[in-house]
Nanobody
Framework: QVQIAESGGGLVQPGGSLRLSCTCF????????IAWHRQAPGKQRESIAA???????NYVDSVKGRFTISRDNAKKTVFLQMNNLQPEDTAVYYC?????????WGQGTQVTVSS
């Protein structure tokens, strides 16, 4: 079974930064596309960033230029560097791993941006 561990959430002031980590305990981690999703209160969950096995990245427009997704296959970890955070970024952030047969979700980590 695939296990996912997320960390890095917390409370930050507008303009601040956080780095989220998603570690996936799977032998074929390097082959998987990994994405970050978020769900703000009262809103639908949305995909905000993804990185595939070749390192190609995609971002939703609202985070482009502020967030950077990266991966370290040796550590089986994907990172989301979040800069210039704004209150609108407040949400639970989830790591999603697309495995061979199905997708796996992390438990979520809370990011709160408030003054």
């Amino acid at each position: 079974q695939v296990q996912i561990a997320e960390s890095g959430g917390g409370l930050v002031q507008p303009g601040g930064s956080l780095r989220l980590s998603c570690t996936c305990f799977a032998s074929l981690f390097s082959m998987y596309t990994i994405a970050w999703h978020r769900q703000a209160p009262g809103k639908q969950r949305e995909s905000i960033a993804a990185i595939n096995s070749g390192g190609s990245r995609n971002y939703v427009d609202s985070v482009k230029g502020r967030f950077t997704i990266s991966r370290d296959n040796a550590k089986k970890t994907v990172f989301l560097q979040m800069n210039n955070l704004q209150p609108e970024d407040t949400a639970v952030y989830y790591c999603k791993v697309q495995g061979l047969q199905r997708e796996y979700w992390g438990q979520g980590t809370q990011v709160t941006v408030s003054s």
